[in-house]
């Protein structure tokens, strides 16, 4: 006012809007609808459809069941009265605290004269009750009885309600379990609380109610906060005693995607053992093709599903047992393959059986036989095929990016013949005979066995092929170090082993700690044949996001097999891609084993084996054998124990190659206990870097030569 400047706050520019009549309200039946649906006030059972369906079922039910159930209670009570009566009369409260106070001598005369007074008490009762009943029954009629007995009956139902802790209601020599849970919702929850995967004061929220499917029960369940549904996988053998059935009747596995969480169990029990009934022949039967890029029928999961096996851009690894069906599942996963005349065959039969007998009509390469030459002519196979994939990269870098994407075959790629760039299958039927061959052989002046040398092309195959449009098959006896190179083994993307004799071999098979997560393959029976457990490496018919599922394979006899390779012959004749061993041309492989010698490196194809370790090492790795690579920890005491030596002088030797000692609970006689030990993981990482320091001083430029 005076004319002097004052500072100010901002200035906003906008305009007056009426929300209330911009505003969209919504229609009165939908806020009516709302408001149904979240009010506290409407029952559950009112709120949708499928609820109302649900509580008209279980009404129906309960009306069904209750003149039964009424009866039993009032039975019950009948007994819990007389039992209670029984108590009062002979004045048990009263003589057992004589008992106890050890005056039930002296107190004897009280008792006795109390018990007559009770039991004249008693008397009276019954006879004025009696007489009372018997003069109304004169006045008004039977209808008094009737009403005196409805009454009495529903007193004693009452009383006789089942309820555990209670006198009467629990026998003392119960018969034997059997599964209820499906009648009643609590014995599930009792059956989480029995299994120690709930708390006693928690208890579990229904997402789906029980529906038989497929041959057996299926619910699907929210677990309390903080309860992970990856300990009820892990702990499902301790669910299914509490269920009362066998481990291998019950599914448990974690939803997840966006209708499930870390909490959120789906579970299933079969009515009976579901890998009792006939097994199932292959569905390929009945195409007249397969596409390769489409996965592969394999089996069926416990509850009928089918299971199919995605082959491209991945490897496969089968082990288990003789006699339990390894042969059957590789062929069934040969069998998808066989039926795409796009498909090149590389079959090598080191059990020189019958069992690949037929695959002769399709296939490009086919041997059979243990011999030394079969495992030399196979290492030939493997040099062909590494600088097939390395000729395939080159040729995709000129290709435009509408032909090839991405340095990855393609559909049109692998069918186009012009490119050369087939979808490629090797398979392997008892592939540790190769890989165990002592048969001398020199790669760039160094000498190693031809097993060494066909493990380190394996190795590389199965690290870079899948994307040039190689698959590798592998099956095998007990895959672990000493037959199939531990880091062949880690590349191998899916992995399916049947029963095997333990959970140290399942291990090896499926990958570490897959026991502790609810996969052992040692737990199926004998009499399971073609049953096993699938860890796939892609989208499976049972989802993306499944780690591991028990599957039983399709059964195809040789009947059905050689009707599927002499299909195989037929289409491959239609579209003129039959060759190599099938066409009758064996021509030689194509050996470029500078370009092998290349690609696969010079440092890493000397065997561990071949390398001289330091003690005590060298004395550490001996005594482990193959648990260096199956157990995870190993005790001090038990090596200085086994090794005769002392803990200090081992444990500063120890130190000195890199090993470091550490503590961790272990089990023992006496529980679980804190000891010092070293990691298996940190004694393999020693020896590989020996390993490399020796390579690296003796690795040269020159190609490998075989002798």
């Known amino acids: 006012m005076n004319g002097e400047m004052v500072p100010v706050g901002p200035v906003f520019e906008g305009e007056l809007v009426d929300d209330q009549a911009d505003a969209v309200q919504p229609p009165p039946a939908h806020r009516v609808i709302g408001w149904w649906q979240r009010s506290r006030f409407v029952p559950a059972a009112l709120k949708s459809r499928q609820a109302l369906g649900y509580a008209a ?4 039910s309960w009306l069904v069941r209750s003149p039964l159930r009424f009866v039993r209670a009032t039975f019950r009570g009948l007994v819990v009265a007389v039992r209670g009566w029984r108590r009062w009369v002979r004045v048990n409260d009263y003589r057992e605290a004589a008992e106890q106070s050890e005056k039930l001598a002296d107190k004897f005369a009280e008792i006795r004269g109390l018990t007559l007074f009770r039991w004249k008490v008693t008397g009276v009762v019954v006879a004025v009750s009696v007489v009372s009943l018997a003069i109304l029954d004169l006045v008004y009629g039977h209808r008094v009885l009737w009403i005196a007995g409805v009454v009495g009956s529903a007193a004693l139902a009452i009383l006789g309600r089942q309820k555990d802790g209670n006198p009467g209601r629990k026998a003392a020599l119960a018969g034997p379990r059997s599964l209820a849970w499906t009648m009643d919702p609590q014995i599930l929850v009792d059956a989480f609380r029995d299994a120690k995967l709930i708390g006693k004061d928690e208890s579990l929220r229904l997402v789906e109610r029980a529906k038989h499917q497929g041959g057996g029960w299926a619910v699907t369940v929210d677990l309390p906060a903080t309860r992970k549904a990856a300990d009820v996988v892990k702990h499902r053998e301790d669910l299914a005693s509490a269920l009362a059935v066998d481990e291998i009747q019950l599914s448990v596995e974690r939803v997840r995607g966006n209708g499930g969480h870390a909490g959120r169990v789906a579970m299933w029990v079969a009515d009976e053992d579901p890998y009792a009934k006939p097994p199932i022949r292959t569905p390929l039967l009945a195409v007249e093709r397969w596409d390769a890029w489409r996965p592969v029928p394999f089996g069926t999961d416990a509850r009928g599903r089918r299971i199919t096996l995605p082959l491209v851009w991945t490897s496969l690894l089968i082990g288990a047992l003789p006699r339990q069906g390894k042969t059957m599942a590789e062929r069934l996963a040969a069998a998808g393959l066989i039926l795409d005349p796009h498909v090149r065959l590389y079959v090598a039969d080191f059990k020189n059986g019958k069992d690949w007998k037929a695959a002769e009509k399709v296939a490009h390469r086919f041997m059979a036989g243990d011999d030394a030459e079969h495992v030399l002519a196979f290492l030939d196979w493997l040099v062909e095929l590494v600088a097939d994939v390395q000729n395939r990269y080159r040729r995709m870098q000129d290709l435009d990016d509408v032909t090839c994407p991405e340095s990855k075959v393609t559909p049109d790629m692998s069918r186009d013949q012009s490119l050369a760039m087939p979808i490629t299958a ?6 540790h005979i190769a890989l165990e061959d002592r048969t001398p052989v020199e790669v760039q002046g160094k000498k190693l066995t031809a097993g060494e040398y066909i493990g380190e092309l394996l190795t590389w195959l199965a690290k870079k092929a899948p994307a040039a449009g190689i698959i590798l098959v592998l099956a095998t006896q007990r895959p672990d170090s000493k037959t199939i190179p531990t880091k062949l083994r880690a590349v191998l993307g899916s992995r399916f082993a049947l029963r095997v004799m333990d959970f140290r071999d399942s291990n090896i098979i499926l990958g570490e700690q897959m026991n502790t997560r609810g996969y052992d393959s040692s737990r199926l029976l004998p009499s399971h044949r ?4 699938l860890r796939p490496d892609g989208e499976t018919q049972a989802g993306a996001d ?12 040789n009947e059905d097999w050689r009707e599927i390779c002499e299909r195989g012959r037929t289409l491959r004749e239609a579209e003129g891609t039959l060759s190599g061993h099938a066409a009758g041309r064996n021509v030689p492989p194509m050996l470029d084993r500078s370009e092998a010698v290349k690609a696969i490196g010079t440092g890493t194809v000397a ?6 370790l330091p003690e005590p090492l060298a004395s550490v790795v001996d005594y482990l054998g193959d648990e260096v690579n199956s ?10 124990e086994a090794l005769e030596v002392e803990v200090t002088a ?5 130190g000195e190659l890199g090993c470091r000692p550490t503590r961790q609970y272990v089990p023992t006689d006496e529980g679980t206990r804190r000891v010092r030990g070293y990691l298996t993981a940190d004694l393999r990482a020693a020896v590989e870097r020996i390993a490399s320091n020796d390579e690296i001083g003796t690795s040269g430029d020159a190609a490998g030569v075989r002798s």
């Open 426 to 431: 090797l398979i392997v039927d008892e592939v």
């Open 546 to 557: 499944v780690l591991a599922l028990t599957v039983r394979t399709y059964y195809m006899p």
């Open 530 to 533: 073609g049953v096993g457990i």
């Open 57 to 60: 079922k279980d009404g129906v």
């Open 650 to 654: 081992l444990g500063v030797d120890m």
């Open 631 to 640: 157990r995870d920890f190993v005790p001090t005491a038990e090596l200085a």
């Open 607 to 612: 065997s561990l084996a071949e390398v001289e």
